[in-house]
């Protein structure tokens, strides 16, 4: 049969919730596999994002076990965006799909059925789209809103409500493997690929156990990540900025001209401060924009590697073993 399935699970330090991931998910793939949809030799991978406590002790553990279970060891902590792609760049020669998800059980693990329904269907790219974030704080569920659509604001493509939980047939993995850009944001490059897609609506859950490694300041720079690694908007709007403000200044002058020959001297000190501060203000915060971009130009050009891989294991008939 064609149609093996590779599970991709990103890890930092989630050595409480493996345990419990780990069996529901082998419980998934073997119903699966017994329904006859997908090809017994399917694989749950996990990816050790260099975490700091026993999770790649657990994962080798739960590989020497059960050959369902495989693991990537990244060689240091590289963060979600390129553990996730690291995991589906190593299984893309071994899988015909792939489905990402976090490690903590807070995507639904039942909607993957219906996602390898799409699939068996035809469909290249199955995005899990929360219908609602019930379990989520007002604070997290007011953040994501605003990121969604300042996102889509700038320009930046992105499903809406849609994390990193979601299929990619063999071809779309080969896609993505074509973007090769060091500031990875996946939500905003894969939409890029096109093809077929599709969505699967599921309901956000709670944590299973464990911290979020996402807290505010890593969110925050999530969202800049994002924004400025696919759109150039936010320099645009400085340009309309500009422009705008050097209107302004012509209107004032214009308006001091005439008030000069009308005979009224204008003293306003405090008017001559609030603006020298709030242009002053401006062209930092415009600097800063443009930096922003001429760091990432930096970064791209250096074309560091993503990630290295440590260790990879995966238990099939045609891996090749090191002493062949
Ligand atoms: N994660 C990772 N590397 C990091 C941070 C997080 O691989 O540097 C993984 C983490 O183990 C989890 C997923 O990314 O599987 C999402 O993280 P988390 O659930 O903490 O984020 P939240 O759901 O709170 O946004
Ligand atoms: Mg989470």
Known sequence: ??????????????????????????????????AGKIDPESRIIFVNDGSKDRTWEIIRRLHE??????????????GHQNALLAGLMTVKDHADMAISMDADLQDDINAIDEMVEKYLNGTDIVYGVRSSRAKDTFFKKATAEGFYKLMNTMGVNTVFNHADYRLMSKRALEGLAEFREVNLFLRGIVPMIGYSTDVVYYERGERFAGESKYPLGKMLSFAIEGITSLSTKPIRMITFLGFFIFLVSIGILIYSLVRHFMGATIVGWTTLMVSVWAIGGLILLSLGVVGEYIGKIYLETKARPRFLIEEFLNDTENAKKPEE
Request: one cysteine or more; aromatic letters at 6%.
């Open 1 to 34: 049969m064609r149609n093996k399935l590779y599970m991709v699970i990103p890890c930092y330090n989630e050595q409480e919730v493996l345990p419990e991931t780990s069996k529901r998910l082998k419980e998934k793939l073997s119903t699966l596999v017994k």
């Open 65 to 78: 076990e059960d050959p369902v279970f495989g693991g990537v060891n990244l060689s240091r902590n590289r």
